[in-house]
């Protein structure tokens, strides 16, 4: 069992802020705004990791997909844009996704590991377990 917090959304009768911004920010032209909508991820605490996984499907991770870490908050950014065409109708979407999470006590952002396999990355961060004990500090006398 760990003793790390993980960041976990109670489903509740409110609806996620996630879905009230993507529906009402291109309505209200606050998407051009801002430029970019957020992007929905799960977070949890497995195995010694902080996990978060984001659905981004339809992007080359390669290019389209930049994680960054700074002060204790990860950032996911991914641009996508897709074009389907059929029999001469065709139906595109794009646009750009932003979401920073903060990391927990004990993180280890020099060893952070993402994958991104059949539409969801993943993002893996190495995560020490607290230590409940105090630790003692020494006064030295002055002179």
Same mark, same amino acid.
Request: glycine content about 6%; aromatic content about 6%; charged content about 25%.
């Given at each position: @069992?760990?003793?790390?917090?993980a ?25 051009? @705004? ?39 908050q ?27 999470v903060?990391l ?5 952002e ?5 994958n ?27 002179e």
């Amino acid at each position: @069992m760990s003793l790390i917090p993980a960041h976990r959304q109670q489903h509740s009768l409110l609806p996620d802020f996630t879905d009230v911004w993507n529906s009402l920010a291109p309505a209200a032209g606050l998407a051009s @705004m801002f430029g970019t909508h957020l992007l929905r991820v799960e977070d949890t605490v497995d195995d010694g990791h902080y996990v978060v996984r984001a659905e981004i499907p339809g992007v080359d991770p390669d290019n389209d997909v930049e994680i960054s870490v700074q002060d204790g908050q990860l950032t996911i950014k991914a641009e996508r844009s897709e074009k389907h065409e059929e029999k001469g109708r065709s139906e595109f979407s794009y646009g750009s996704f932003v979401r920073t999470v903060t990391l927990p006590q004990g993180a280890d952002e020099d060893a952070i590991e993402a994958n991104y396999a059949k539409g969801i990355l993943t993002v893996l961060v190495p995560v020490a377990e607290p230590t409940s004990e105090a630790k003692k500090v020494q006064v030295k006398k002055g002179e």
